[in-house]
């Protein structure tokens, strides 16, 4: 019986060439992205936004027209102020534009919000929302009207009546501190999208 012939080396199909080295790298380097924080935003927003109420309807209720009340060895005074600028008592007698500002910011952060992949900047931002939130509540709210109401501060701290530093309450607060935190963050080289913007440099270079 006859057996067939071994294929020649010129029939034998070539083996599948390996991946580039540039392509395996490539895909590796392709991380999946963190989750998005929005909820995060929403949930600092509306924790601080609470307290910045509440804490200025306490003080309304407890301290307006009375004598500076030391807390904390002196530390901090608390007094009420009705302030008609911004933040720290900035800006006087504005206040209807500094209340169309806070809606811009406000309409700001809601956008970018839902492309938000940092926890850290979903923090910040959820501080900033917070404080223009608590603020231009009492724009709409309290006396004299409509966008023109005056901010309720009640925190003066070291000395009373602002003499050391100007009167603030929780939403100043809270916009300093997420502010401060952003420009942290952008500092670091961390970007709002949860990816790094010395990466990106890097990777254009």
């Keep these: 019986m006859s057996t067939d012939p071994s294929p020649s080396e010129s029939e034998v199909e070539p083996s599948a060439e390996p ?14 992205l963190p989750k ?17 109420l509440l ?12 004598e500076p009340k030391p807390i904390l060895g002196g530390l901090i005074y ?10 720290f008592s900035m800006a006087t007698g504005m ?6 500002v806070a809606i811009g910011v406000v309409v700001a952060i809601v956008w ?17 929302l917070a404080g223009a939130l608590g603020n231009l509540t009492d724009r709409f709210f309290r006396e004299p009207g409509p966008l ?3 901010v309720v501060d009640f925190i003066s701290a070291f000395v009373p009546n602002g003499q050391g530093f100007a009167i603030f309450n929780i939403a100043d607060s809270a916009i300093c501190v997420g502010g401060a935190l952003i420009v942290l963050l952008s500092l670091l080289g961390k970007d709002y999208d949860g990816t790094s913007t010395r990466g990106k440099k890097k990777e254009s270079e």
């Excluded at 580039?20 to 590796?28: F, L, N, S, T």
Aim: aromatic share 6%; net charge positive.
């Design 55 to 66: 804490t200025k309807n306490l003080a309304v209720a407890n301290l307006e027209g009375k």
């Design 78 to 87: 608390l007094q009420v102020t009705r302030n008609p600028g911004a933040a």
């Design 95 to 100: 206040t209807w534009v500094l209340a169309l």
């Design 36 to 52: 998005r924080r929005v909820w995060v935003v929403f949930a600092v927003a509306a924790l601080l936004w609470a307290i910045d």
């Design 112 to 128: 970018i919000s839902r492309r938000l992949r940092s926890v850290g900047w979903a923090i910040g931002l959820g501080l900033v």
């Design 19 to 32: 991946p580039e080295r540039g392509a395996v790298e490539e895909g590796a380097a392709e991380a999946p």
């Design 148 to 150: 023109r109401g005056h």
